[in-house]
């Protein structure tokens, strides 16, 4: 999400220009009407270009995902400029609320995993006793437990943040960097707990798993969302 994006819109007339350049990881391009392209202006700055999917010089070609979701690299030679979204911090907004997107799918996720998790604890026997009475279990449980409650917390005071007009870098900046450290090592935990069901495909925690892994992609990871809340902390 870089403050002056590599791809590059010139444009001439209002609102029309073109736009070149590669966006990769771009989820539903094939199913959306229009798509917003965070682009380099030639009238300075950044901005936000709206394209049409269907337009001439736009490709779409689908690329894995852990998900399984649709996923598409884009690539844009000179097509046409929808509409302009300049100045104001077009394109911050636009990437803080894709990382509280993000962070809210994220937060339900690591929430339904820890949901299932405690649910299999409680119920599933060793040595007579339920696995959920064993300390080393209610430890990690619990540090599962944690690590939910605080995503949600941060997700949730970036979220009314954006709702109410305030400044929401910081608390956005947060809520992704918890996504992108804690929530997979969370998952992880929960498969551990679930001993061999964990890893059974026909179970559903492994869904949650790999949404997750696409989300803190999406964010960018966690050294990326560190050193962002560290320039902003250094600010």
């Not at 209002?14 to 391009?29: E, L």
């Amino acid at each position: 999400m870089p403050d002056a994006p590599a791809t590059t819109a010139t444009l001439s007339g209002s609102p029309g220009g073109t736009v070149s350049g590669v966006k990769t990881g771009v989820p539903y391009a094939v199913a959306a009407n229009w798509i917003l392209v965070p682009a380099s202006l030639s009238t300075g700055g950044a901005g936000i270009v709206v394209v049409d999917p269907a337009a001439g010089g736009v490709s779409l070609r689908q690329t894995p995902a852990s998900s399984g979701a649709p996923e598409y690299t884009l690539r844009l030679d000179h097509a046409p400029v929808a509409h302009v979204v300049a100045g104001g911090g077009a394109v911050a907004d636009l990437y803080r609320l894709t990382a509280a997107g993000a962070c809210c799918v994220a937060d339900g996720a690591l929430a339904a995993a820890l949901a299932l998790t405690t649910a299999h604890v409680a119920a599933r026997e060793q040595f007579g006793r339920p696995l959920a009475t064993f300390q080393a279990v209610a430890q990690q449980i619990a540090d599962v437990s944690i690590a939910s409650r605080t995503l949600h917390l941060a997700t949730l005071s970036a979220c009314w943040r954006l709702d109410t007009g305030r400044d929401a870098g910081d608390d956005a900046e947060v809520a992704a960097y918890w996504l992108a450290e804690e929530a997979p090592a969370a998952l992880r935990a929960c498969h551990h707990l679930h001993g061999g069901t964990g890893m059974d495909a026909s179970y559903p925690l492994h869904r949650y798993s790999a949404l997750v892994k696409d989300l803190v992609r999406l964010v960018g990871g966690a050294d990326y969302r560190l050193g962002r809340l560290g320039a902003r902390i250094g600010c």
